[in-house]
């Protein structure tokens, strides 16, 4: 890597030339590659889409992290689309191979949540 490994710097325009051509040219490719990834790909997650929750009703929902990275649990959720009027809500305590969510609400709800860890 470039900053690793950085050539002997004698006088101030080898200096220059380092820090324009080598360290820039560096630098522009690694913020390209930053800024296409998403939102999704920034932490370790999984999404569970269309999820009918019922009033007054707890579902409970595989954790899909037991396959990939055994004995972790989400650390939070993020609701990215929701159908109906209520308010969701942790319901039971999570597990190593189930996540709960509760609607409280007197109306139903049909959601998409992203678990993150």
């Given at each position: 890597?470039?900053?690793?490994?950085?050539?002997?710097?004698?006088?101030?325009?080898?200096?220059?030339?380092?820090?324009?051509?080598?360290?820039?040219?560096?630098?522009?490719?690694?913020?390209?590659?930053?800024?296409?990834?998403?939102?999704?790909?920034?932490?370790?997650?999984?999404?569970?889409?269309?999820?009918?929750i019922e009033a007054g009703a707890e579902v409970s929902i595989s954790n899909q992290f037991?396959?990939?990275?055994?004995?972790?649990?989400?650390?939070?959720?993020?609701?990215?689309?929701?159908k109906g009027d209520a308010n969701i809500i942790d319901g039971s305590k999570w597990t190593?191979?189930?996540?709960?969510?509760?609607?409280?609400?007197?109306?139903?709800?049909?959601?998409?949540?992203?678990?993150?860890?």
């Open positions: 890597m470039i900053i690793r490994t950085p050539p002997k710097i004698t006088n101030k325009e080898s200096l220059l030339k380092y820090i324009e051509i080598d360290l820039w040219s560096w630098l522009k490719d690694l913020s390209t590659g930053i800024l296409k990834i998403n939102f999704q790909q920034n932490f370790q997650s999984f999404t569970v889409e269309n999820l009918k037991k396959n990939v990275y055994p004995g972790s649990i989400p650390s939070g959720r993020i609701i990215v689309r929701q190593e191979s189930h996540l709960y969510l509760m609607n409280p609400s007197a109306n139903d709800a049909v959601i998409s949540v992203l678990f993150y860890k």
